[in-house]
């Protein structure tokens, strides 16, 4: 399956933003899908998963509350709404797939990557 992120821009702390990623590609509904972030000089780290039937959901402690990632297996589609947002959600927000399998909160367990959109929040 091929991924492509969109929906990132510049918005002011406090702001929202929601993130799209479209899959290309058959059986998309057996695919785990997650959100990842990497912000300059950091490691990748985890912000937000869903299982292939939408039933189970995953969130970072530090996004907790404030966002939300849904999957259309109609329309091949994972968002992630982004709401109250503040300066250290800034990063490139990339989405992640892996086939028939369970959430997880390492990258390495991930196949399928999109190529990643920037989230600037300003103070």
């Known amino acids: 399956v091929q991924l492509q992120a969109s929906g990132g821009g510049l918005v002011q702390a406090g702001g929202s933003l929601k993130l799209s990623c479209a899959a290309y590609?058959?059986?998309?509904?057996?695919?785990?899908m997650a959100w990842f972030r990497q912000a300059p000089g950091k490691e990748r780290e985890f912000v937000a998963a869903?299982?292939?039937?939408?039933?189970?959901?995953n969130y970072a402690d530090s996004v907790k509350g404030r966002f939300t990632i849904s999957k259309d297996n109609a329309k091949s589609t994972v968002g992630l709404q982004m709401n109250s947002l503040k300066p250290e959600d800034t990063a490139v927000y990339s989405c992640?797939?892996?086939?028939?399998?369970?959430?997880?909160?390492?990258?390495?367990?991930?196949?399928?990557w999109g190529q990643g959109t920037q989230v600037t929040v300003s103070n």
């Open positions: 590609g058959r059986s998309f509904s057996s695919y785990t």
């Open positions: 992640a797939g892996r086939y028939n399998n369970w959430i997880s909160l390492n990258p390495r367990q991930y196949d399928y």
């Open positions: 869903i299982m292939y039937d939408g039933r189970s959901t």
